[in-house]
């Protein structure tokens, strides 16, 4: 099961040495404007009141809380910085732009968002990761600039560590 976290690392090495300029100097630029700002907040906003409202009709976000070990450092780094840069540069930049150009927007966020869903392992949350898919991708196409949704996925996931390890 360790070697499973080997996997996101080995693919983001491959899909960066491949596309080396998804990041660019523009879009480092554009993040010091406050349109960019607002557009992460309300990409991270929207995607945490899905996330909690889907999961609470399923009842599996207390489920998911268990399940992760919030004690341990590692984690923290792992969820807030390496997991939102590999999970949007491949489901977002790679995936999603591929099947949007091939089969168009709605596909592109069904099949993209799925990707990004089934790999969290939880079936009784697959709604709200479906969901955080979902508003990822609609925020990705819109913006242009994929550093809008690796920010909001990183404050999320740092919102729900945070929370986890108050005990909520």
Same mark, same amino acid.
Request: hydrophobic share 55%; proline share 3%; net charge positive.
């Given at each position: 099961?360790?070697? #499973?976290?080997? /996997? @996101?690392? =080995?693919?983001?090495?491959?899909? *960066?040495? $491949?596309?080396?300029?998804?990041?660019?100097?523009?879009?480092?630029?554009?993040?010091?404007?406050?349109?960019?700002?607002?557009?992460?907040?309300?990409?991270?906003?929207?995607?945490?009141?899905?996330?909690?409202?889907?999961?609470?009709?399923?009842?599996?976000?207390?489920?998911?809380?268990?399940?992760? #070990?919030?004690? /341990? @450092?590692? =984690?923290?780094?792992?969820?807030? *910085?390496? $997991?939102?840069?590999?999970?949007?540069?491949?489901?977002?930049?790679?995936?999603?732009?591929?099947?949007?150009?091939?089969?168009?927007?709605?596909?592109?966020?069904?099949?993209?968002?799925?990707?990004?869903?089934?790999?969290?392992?939880?079936?009784?949350?697959?709604?709200?990761?479906?969901?955080?898919?979902?508003?990822?991708?609609?925020?990705?196409?819109?913006?242009?600039?994929?550093?809008?949704?690796?920010?909001?996925?990183?404050?999320?996931?740092?919102?729900?560590?945070?929370?986890?390890?108050?005990?909520?």
């Amino acid at each position: 099961m360790k070697v #499973l976290l080997l /996997v @996101p690392t =080995v693919l983001l090495v491959l899909v *960066l040495k $491949s596309h080396k300029k998804w990041i660019t100097l523009e879009n480092i630029k554009e993040t010091l404007t406050a349109r960019f700002w607002s557009q992460v907040f309300y990409a991270t906003a929207l995607s945490y009141i899905g996330f909690n409202i889907l999961s609470s009709l399923t009842n599996g976000y207390h489920e998911a809380t268990q399940d992760i #070990l919030v004690n /341990v @450092p590692i =984690v923290y780094v792992y969820s807030i *910085l390496i $997991s939102p840069l590999i999970e949007e540069l491949i489901c977002r930049k790679l995936f999603f732009n591929w099947l949007d150009r091939r089969f168009g927007f709605i596909i592109a966020v069904a099949l993209s968002s799925l990707a990004f869903a089934i790999p969290h392992f939880n079936p009784s949350l697959m709604l709200g990761y479906l969901w955080l898919g979902v508003v990822w991708s609609w925020h990705y196409k819109k913006s242009g600039n994929i550093l809008i949704t690796i920010i909001s996925h990183a404050i999320y996931n740092y919102i729900a560590i945070l929370i986890m390890s108050m005990g909520g």
